[in-house]
């Protein structure tokens, strides 16, 4: 008996390591990835003939991208990772494997469903909705990638609901190095071989992105095939478990991601909210071209500052799901309640302190991502209004 205790005993230590190096990790592949889209987001501000106005072209394709991405993807890692850790821990490995592989076929049809949309609707959305014609090309150039970022999100959902956060850390790493060096490399030669054509070069950021969902797809792939015999070993062993319909299967996933999604849809939809109306409200005062760079400071600079600090928080969002899964799948709440407490008490902690440098050093934070500022003023058509901005 005193045997069994220590062995359960150890089990828990081992699965709290594994909840604290699964969240450094992620937390140390977001800080880098936010640092490497400083980089290109640096480089698209300053690159001559992008600017401003090659942002705007750039973020309103990116909008329209994010939010069939959100209803593909988002919440399906979480998702997958909740249904298969509560197989896991069970010993149900079998019922894991078959809820990955449902969940790839569910999803690449859904994903396949959005980037046809994207694709056959890019003219009439760059038009109608955001009234950014130029954004057509680059809404082209982006729509393969929401097949494969769907795909993407199963296979990060799998290795998170086993633990594994290792998988999901590297692909996002490799992915945000992928994409910035892509968006340098093919802007560089779009603009040399267009004579600096700013919406071309726009496109060629946003293909950079669909480049850099490639090569996750590819890194995840290999890595899941080099740990196929292993799986397939513990499948095997895994006998004796009842096995749900595949209806019954897809109807838990969707139960479970589309509540998870809820949030991240809303945040997406305010922002495509924010890329139709603002240029059109300031076109109402400012020439068109002024407005759009006006848009591209929006969405270009400040978005891309306060999202920042929120990295810290995906990380122990992705952690805590598969652990407090496999906790309560245990019975074991206290381990589960000890988890949240202390991930709110961290988040808390690293997010006011950045919420209070955000607004004290907004003018600081703003010459990261530019080069320059100068000193604009707008006429407004019945008064003069002076304002400080930063422009490249």
């Given at each position: 008996?005193?045997k069994?205790?220590?062995?359960?005993?150890?089990?828990?230590?081992?699965?709290?390591?594994?909840?604290m190096?699964?969240?450094?990790?992620?937390?140390?592949?977001?800080?880098?990835?936010?640092?490497?889209?400083?980089?290109?987001?640096?480089?698209?501000?300053?690159?001559?003939?992008?600017?401003?106005?090659?942002?705007?072209?750039?973020?309103?394709?990116?909008?329209?991208?994010?939010l069939?991405?959100?209803?593909?993807?988002t919440?399906?890692?979480?998702?997958?990772?909740?249904?298969?850790?509560?197989?896991?821990?069970?010993?149900?490995?079998r019922?894991?494997?078959?809820?990955?592989?449902?969940?790839?076929?569910?999803f690449?049809?859904?994903g396949?469903?959005?980037?046809?949309?994207?694709?056959?609707?890019?003219?009439?959305?760059?038009?109608?909705?955001?009234?950014?014609?130029?954004?057509?090309?680059?809404l082209?150039?982006?729509?393969?990638?929401?097949?494969?970022?769907?795909?993407?999100?199963?296979?990060?959902?799998?290795?998170?609901?086993?633990?594994?956060?290792?998988?999901?850390?590297?692909?996002?790493?490799?992915?945000?190095?992928?994409?910035?060096?892509?968006?340098?490399?093919?802007?560089?030669?779009?603009?040399?071989?267009?004579?600096?054509?700013?919406?071309?070069?726009?496109?060629g950021?946003?293909?950079?992105?669909?480049?850099?969902t490639?090569?996750?797809?590819?890194?995840?792939?290999?890595?899941?095939?080099?740990?196929?015999?292993?799986?397939?070993?513990?499948?095997?062993?895994?006998?004796?478990?009842?096995?749900?319909?595949?209806i019954?299967t897809?109807k838990?996933?969707l139960?479970?991601?589309?509540?998870?999604?809820?949030?991240?849809?809303?945040?997406?939809?305010?922002?495509?909210i924010?890329?139709?109306?603002?240029?059109?409200?300031?076109?109402?005062?400012?020439?068109?071209?002024?407005a759009?760079?006006?848009?591209?400071?929006?969405?270009?600079?400040?978005?891309?500052?306060?999202?920042?600090?929120?990295?810290?928080?995906?990380?122990?969002?992705?952690?805590?799901?598969?652990?407090i899964?496999?906790?309560?799948?245990?019975?074991?709440?206290?381990?589960?309640?000890?988890?949240?407490?202390?991930?709110?008490?961290?988040?808390?902690?690293?997010?006011?302190?950045?919420?209070?440098?955000?607004?004290?050093?907004?003018?600081?934070?703003?010459?990261?991502?530019?080069?320059?500022?100068?000193?604009?003023?707008?006429?407004?058509?019945?008064?003069?209004?002076?304002?400080?901005?930063?422009?490249?």
């Amino acid at each position: 008996m005193k045997k069994g205790k220590h062995s359960k005993g150890r089990s828990h230590s081992a699965k709290g390591e594994s909840f604290m190096q699964g969240v450094l990790s992620l937390m140390v592949a977001q800080v880098l990835i936010k640092l490497l889209g400083l980089v290109y987001k640096w480089y698209l501000t300053n690159r001559p003939g992008f600017g401003d106005e090659g942002n705007a072209i750039y973020s309103a394709g990116f909008s329209i991208y994010a939010l069939l991405l959100t209803l593909s993807s988002t919440g399906v890692p979480n998702a997958v990772s909740k249904l298969v850790s509560e197989h896991t821990a069970k010993g149900d490995y079998r019922g894991a494997h078959r809820i990955f592989k449902i969940s790839l076929a569910t999803f690449a049809i859904i994903g396949l469903i959005g980037t046809l949309i994207l694709f056959i609707g890019a003219g009439y959305i760059s038009k109608v909705w955001l009234a950014i014609p130029e954004a057509e090309i680059t809404l082209v150039a982006l729509s393969p990638a929401i097949f494969f970022v769907a795909i993407i999100s199963v296979f990060r959902g799998y290795f998170n609901g086993r633990e594994n956060m290792k998988a999901t850390a590297n692909s996002q790493t490799l992915e945000q190095l992928a994409k910035t060096i892509f968006t340098i490399l093919v802007v560089e030669v779009i603009a040399i071989c267009s004579k600096v054509d700013t919406r071309l070069m726009a496109a060629g950021a946003n293909l950079a992105t669909t480049l850099a969902t490639v090569a996750s797809f590819l890194y995840l792939y290999m890595y899941y095939k080099v740990r196929r015999a292993d799986l397939g070993k513990e499948i095997v062993s895994s006998v004796n478990f009842p096995t749900k319909s595949i209806i019954g299967t897809v109807k838990s996933i969707l139960m479970v991601s589309i509540p998870m999604s809820l949030s991240s849809i809303l945040t997406s939809i305010n922002r495509n909210i924010d890329s139709m109306t603002v240029k059109r409200g300031l076109q109402s005062f400012l020439t068109e071209g002024e407005a759009l760079k006006q848009y591209g400071i929006l969405s270009g600079k400040v978005d891309t500052l306060v999202s920042l600090p929120l990295s810290f928080n995906i990380a122990f969002a992705t952690a805590l799901v598969p652990a407090i899964a496999s906790a309560k799948t245990k019975g074991d709440m206290q381990t589960a309640n000890k988890r949240v407490s202390f991930s709110l008490l961290v988040t808390m902690l690293i997010g006011l302190p950045c919420m209070v440098g955000m607004m004290i050093f907004a003018r600081t934070n703003i010459k990261l991502v530019i080069s320059k500022c100068k000193s604009r003023s707008i006429y407004f058509p019945s008064k003069r209004f002076n304002y400080n901005i930063y422009s490249t």
